[in-house]
Structure formats: C-alpha cells, structure tokens
C-alpha cells in the first residue's frame, strides 16, 4: 500500500524556521517525482513546491522563491521541506504528494498519492 506520511509542523513565530518531512511507506520514491501543497482556511489549494525524482530539478511558487528549499534522500526514502523566515500568510495544511514520473509539475491534479497533512501555523 503506497502511503506517505509528513510530519514537522507546528507553532513558530514569524520570521522562525521548521523543516517538514515526507517519508513513504509500501514504496519506493525512486522514480516519483514529489510536490509540496498547502491549503489555508476558505482558500484553494496551491503548489509551493516539487522536486523531480532524481533531485536534479526543483520548481518553487513565487511567493515562497528564496525562502523554502526542497530536497530529497532517497536512499532514506524521505522528502525534505526546509521552510525559513516565515510569514504569517504561510499558514496552513501542508501536504506532500507523489507521482510517477521524473519531471515536477506543481499541478495537485497529476498527483494521485497524498499525506494526512501536516499543520504549519506562523504567528505575528
């Protein structure tokens, strides 16, 4: 069963930093490539990151470009979120997906594997 599972989340305050993770479980990320998406209350959901299976390639939104870094240890089967200096308009669900492919669209749609989520709140 293909299952992935972040875990990071919390309370920080404004201009603090965490780290998410996105560990899989029943499968391999090898060859998936693995977007990072985040919902606020009464907002659609949107793409903040996503990195190709290899690691070789990453795409951020704009709104996060300089501050989030994503990255990927397959040997550990793990996808890494470094998010820095956050604002308060960072606050949300965050949830990592995974498709099988290389390349790493920021399309929630192409992603047929989801996490729980996790909850990122950054007070000001």
């Known amino acids: 069963q293909l299952q992935l599972v972040e875990s990071g989340g919390g309370l920080v305050q404004s201009g603090g930093s965490l780290r998410l993770s996105c560990a899989a479980s029943g499968f391999t990320l090898d060859y998936y490539a693995i977007g990072w998406f985040r919902q606020a209350p009464g907002k659609e959901r949107e793409g903040v990151s996503c990195?190709?299976?290899?690691?070789?390639?990453?795409n951020y939104a704009d709104s996060v470009k300089g501050r989030f870094t994503i990255s990927r240890d397959n040997a550990k089967n793990t996808v890494y979120l470094q998010m820095n200096s956050l604002k308060s308009e960072d606050t949300a669900v965050y949830y990592c997906?995974?498709?099988?492919?290389?390349?790493?669209?920021?399309?929630?749609?192409?992603?047929?594997?989801w996490g729980q989520g996790t909850q990122v709140t950054v007070s000001s």
């Open positions: 990195i190709s299976s290899s690691g070789g390639s990453t």
């Open positions: 997906a995974a498709q099988y492919r290389s390349s790493c669209p920021i399309r929630g749609g192409l992603y047929p594997y």
